[in-house]
């Protein structure tokens, strides 16, 4: 072999080194890249571990901001709907509403039922709770009013009686949505999760796109989804915006109030997080 020859080998094989090692660094830079997008979700706690800062109690009955019987209080770092002061449930449903509203976003909660339900309380209403996406302002929300315009996103617990019970299902109060391609008829349509029995904690994801569409995830698995929000005519949110805009203003349901229920059964909540999805 020439020495020119050998040197133009050598060069050549410094280039593929070189450009190897230079793809190397890229693709791990890209994967850095990845899991911190990973990492980063940008989750914003609502609930932050202490106080309920951030949050307004609608109890019926009761003026908005009124809680005489310290329904939603935070103890051990949770947020919980209890009814130690309650002789009796009679009707008293209430709704603690985060500040803002939001229309494309994740929501994700941690919650379990925890004792026994208080006297009183329906028989639909044992292990049962939720939480309201899209409500209307608490502020519009009349005195006796038991539930706000919204969507729920309900929560069952199991009865332990082997019956299905599943969590994460969706209930339309004056509200309509389409599920499996057709509009939804009812009150509530089940998931297709699990019954889970017992006290033990459920994580449930909300992904809501506007009034296009929201899916249910419950323990990281996929319960049910629908779409084309929108009030039901006759619902007070709807004849607000009549009032407003007319016997021909949109009901279309792009936004809204985030609410957790109480409906007589005590249930803790460890985690209420939003990624806002907005753009």
């Known amino acids: 072999m020439s020495k020119l020859t050998a040197n133009f080998a050598l060069l050549i094989t410094l280039s593929l080194s070189l450009n190897l090692s230079l793809l190397l660094a890229s693709l791990a830079q890209a994967g850095d890249a990845q899991n911190a997008a990973t990492n980063n ?15 307004t109690a609608k ?17 051990d770092g949770l ?15 209430g709704h603690l509403f985060f500040a803002e509203p939001y229309a494309h976003y994740k929501l994700l909660i941690e919650y379990r039922f925890v004792g026994e339900q208080v006297r009183g309380g329906a028989g639909w209403a044992k292990r049962n709770s939720g939480v309201m996406l899209h409500s209307q302002d608490p502020t519009t929300m009349s005195l006796k009013q038991d539930f706000p315009d919204s969507i729920e996103a309900q929560f069952l617990g199991g009865l332990s009686d ?11 109060p004056g509200t309509e949505v389409d599920h499996l391609g057709k509009r939804l008829k009812g009150h509530c349509q089940a998931s297709s999760g699990d019954t889970l029995d017992g006290d033990q904690w459920v994580s449930i994801e909300m992904i809501v796109k506007g009034a296009e569409s929201v899916v249910h995830l419950v323990n990281g698995i996929e319960v049910i989804r629908y779409g084309n929000l929108q009030l039901s005519k006759g619902s007070p949110n709807a004849k607000k915006r009549q009032a407003l805009n007319g016997k021909a203003a949109t009901l279309t349901l792009e936004q809204g109030f985030i609410a957790l229920q109480s409906e007589s059964h005590p249930i803790d909540f460890r985690r209420v997080a939003i990624q806002n999805l907005a753009q």
């Open 41 to 55: 979700d940008d989750w914003v706690e609502l609930f932050n571990g202490k106080n309920l800062d951030g949050w």
């Open 59 to 75: 109890i019926v009955g009761q003026i908005l901001g009124q809680d005489p019987l310290k329904t939603f209080v935070v103890e």
């Open 79 to 93: 947020l919980r709907v209890n009814y130690t002061n309650y002789k009796k449930f009679s009707g008293q449903f």
């Open 162 to 172: 082997g019956k299905s019970r599943p969590t994460g299902n969706i209930c339309s």
